[in-house]
């Protein structure tokens, strides 16, 4: 085994019958991979809505109340959000279908810095809470776990999304047990206190009343409501993770949803009435949970335990940005808004690029916050709400169109309606609370990567026509016949005549021109020629078995038209092509196996040539064929690069 397999795992066959099963997750380990950012935000999101209330914690009831019809709400329309969006459901997929591109865009970005902070709040977070029982002067190293917590996860993902998950299962589970004890343990130590907390809250409440009036106590409320919206983060997290559900998709979803809407609303309602009935008051250098869970009388231990429990909880939160975070990224590539390679699999199946930049990412913003969690809750707040509010009108819009029909339709436009008004009210809320507080640097972030992805849709555009109008009319060319889909003729070639390989990906413009130019250079030095092509299975055809199987289906049908074209133009022709997630390594081994069957074989490839090569263009475009040929010449394998040349408008 070598030292690759040995950190990122084994390679994935592809052609394997089970494959899809064993990479794809139930219900309940969806519930741990997904669920645990919504579930891990009980430990800051009831926290900071607490402390907003100050002197009127009698307010935590209707908080509480408030909380917990707000995650039932968003989860409930989320859920139907899944049964229309089967293969994934997300905020960047809901904007574009149901409103525009232009909404798609900004709600993909805003998830991206979304799912970044995500990382850098949970994990900053966790250590929070595990430095609450630790030595004060321990605090200088805690900026340096939290990066490496964030490079362990990195390497986790790069392994593979089951692999990642169920490693971390016994820490949710211990989470759920311990809180369980808290919550239960909180009723029977106060459960003496419980009457006197609720007739103090009414004299409280209505002393308010007289002193400040129902508008003050209102906008106490709305300070403390919007201060907590972090509770409600993670929800998305699983209409945009259908695809790596276990089928039948939509039913283990809709299962996965329902779990985590009820953990969500049970334990963050309820931390925050026992922060209530047990009189917790903040305390410097620690969490109120942290003081919550002392005050229990339970032991040192049991403190230490459920706090290690919670930081680890929160470290498993972050992987809602590694498991959602390049999905977003590879449906945005395959769209044209981010480079392509973004929608590249790797041999693990994992999107290892996207993993890497958003791992990146959140590193960066964690050195730059130097892990404080209240810059960072700040930052976090706003861009899920942006997609939120998008995803609900674009369902809202959805059944408004066809609100003449039926009751179901009429429910559903009054659920995401009443979804709409709550997020897009949150939103307003955290805007203005937070947007001078230091949210703007989250605003400015995001535009500059709404900007970047209309620059990189804007170059793939105009090569798109550069490229449309140069080969118009190749794909025009007559074949010597119509071919029938899945059929090939078999023609014998010479193996000991000088034979071209070409290396082609589906029947274009592309490898047409490079057909004709190894026939108009080259004739009758090649008399024959093979096709050898690569299906490459990326974020867009790994979705189901369906899937390959028609990427194999077309990769066939393309070969075969090349082959009918070359023997129009008087060479014999056949074709080799093999599925994989690595084009370049997929191409070196075919080209090696046809170079041991034809010896005199020479490989060819094309290759896009800008008249004025910039960054952006290097960034965007591959270069597979160059990448292919150093590995060919090391070999000694010859290979021959057939320039394309493109000129930018």
């Not at 916050?369 to 819009?397: A, E, P, W």
């Not at 290759?607 to 150093?630: C, D, G, K, M, P």
């Amino acid at each position: 085994m070598t030292l690759k397999h040995l950190v990122f795992g084994k390679p994935r066959d592809v052609h394997d019958p089970d494959l899809f099963h064993k990479v794809s997750l139930i219900a309940f380990l969806a519930w741990v991979g997904l669920g645990a950012d919504g579930l891990s935000s009980s430990a800051y999101g009831p926290d900071e809505a607490y402390r907003a209330l100050g002197d009127h914690p009698e307010l935590a009831l209707f908080l509480t109340l408030a909380m917990a019809v707000t995650v039932l709400v968003i989860s409930l329309a989320y859920s139907r959000l899944i049964e229309h969006f089967p293969h994934g459901g997300g905020g960047y997929v809901v904007a574009t279908k149901l409103l525009s591109p232009t909404f798609g865009v900004i709600s993909g970005a805003a998830l991206l810095v979304d799912y970044v902070l995500t990382i850098t709040v949970s994990v900053a977070s966790a250590f929070d809470q595990i430095y609450s029982f630790l030595p004060m002067h321990w605090q200088a190293t805690k900026l340096i776990i939290e990066a490496v917590a964030i490079c362990a996860l990195i390497l986790m993902n790069l392994r593979g999304v089951k692999e990642s998950v169920s490693m971390i299962v016994p820490i949710f589970l211990l989470f759920v047990l311990t809180h369980a004890i808290v919550l239960i343990g909180c009723v029977v130590v106060y459960w003496h206190n419980i009457p006197g907390v609720f007739t103090h809250a009414h004299a409280c409440l209505s002393s308010d009343v007289q002193s400040i009036g129902l508008w003050g106590i209102f906008l106490i409320f709305m300070n403390a409501y919007s201060r907590g919206a972090g509770t409600y983060t993670g929800i998305e997290a699983v209409s945009n993770g259908v695809p790596i559900m276990r089928e039948p998709k939509v039913k283990t979803a809709k299962k996965t949803m329902l779990y985590m809407a009820i953990s969500l609303a049970v334990t963050a309602g309820g931390i925050l009435l026992c922060y209530l009935v047990s009189g917790v008051t903040p305390e410097e250098g620690k969490t109120l949970n942290a003081s919550l869970i002392e005050r229990l009388g339970f032991g040192q231990w049991f403190v230490v335990i459920t706090l290690l429990a919670e930081g680890g909880l929160l470290v498993v939160a972050a992987q809602t940005g590694f498991i959602d975070g390049p999905r977003v990224m590879s449906n945005m590539a395959l769209d044209g808004w981010l480079p392509r390679r973004f929608s590249s699999l790797s041999e693990q199946l994992t999107m290892s690029q996207g993993v890497l930049l958003i791992g990146g990412a959140s590193l960066a913003s964690l050195f730059y916050t130097h892990g404080d969690i209240t810059v960072l809750v700040t930052m976090y707040s706003i861009n899920v709400f942006v997609t939120f509010s998008l995803s609900q009108f674009g369902m809202t819009r959805f059944w408004w169109q066809r609100r003449h029909g039926e009751t179901p339709i009429v429910s559903s436009l009054i659920l995401h309606g009443i979804a709409f008004l709550l997020c897009f009210g949150i939103l307003v809320m955290v805007i203005v609370e937070k947007f001078s507080q230091g949210a703007w640097m989250t605003v400015v972030v995001t535009a500059v990567v709404i900007l970047l992805c209309f620059l990189i849709r804007r170059h793939y555009s105009n090569t798109g026509r550069q490229l449309t109008r140069l080969f118009e009319t190749l794909t025009d060319l007559p074949l010597t016949q119509n071919p029938a889909p899945g059929e090939s003729e078999t023609q014998s070639l010479s193996k000991t005549k000088n034979t071209a390989v070409l290396l082609v990906a589906k029947y274009n413009g592309l490898g047409i021109h490079s057909l004709l130019a190894i026939v108009k250079m080259f004739h009758p030095h090649y008399e024959q020629i093979i096709f050898a092509s690569i299906g490459v299975i990326d974020a867009g055809a790994f979705k189901g078995e369906d899937d390959l199987h028609l990427l194999e289906r077309e990769t066939r049908e393309g070969l075969l038209k090349y082959e009918l074209l070359a023997r129009g133009l008087g060479l014999a022709a056949t074709s080799r092509f093999e599925i994989g997630t690595d084009p370049v390594s997929a191409s070196e081994s075919i080209c090696k196996a046809i170079v041991t069957e034809f010896p005199k074989a020479v490989i060819f490839g094309g290759n896009l040539i800008f008249q004025r090569e910039t960054f952006l263009q290097r960034v965007l475009h591959n270069q597979t064929a160059s990448a292919i040929q150093r590995r060919l010449q090391w070999e000694g394998i010859p290979m021959m690069i057939l320039p394309i040349r493109v000129r930018e408008t």
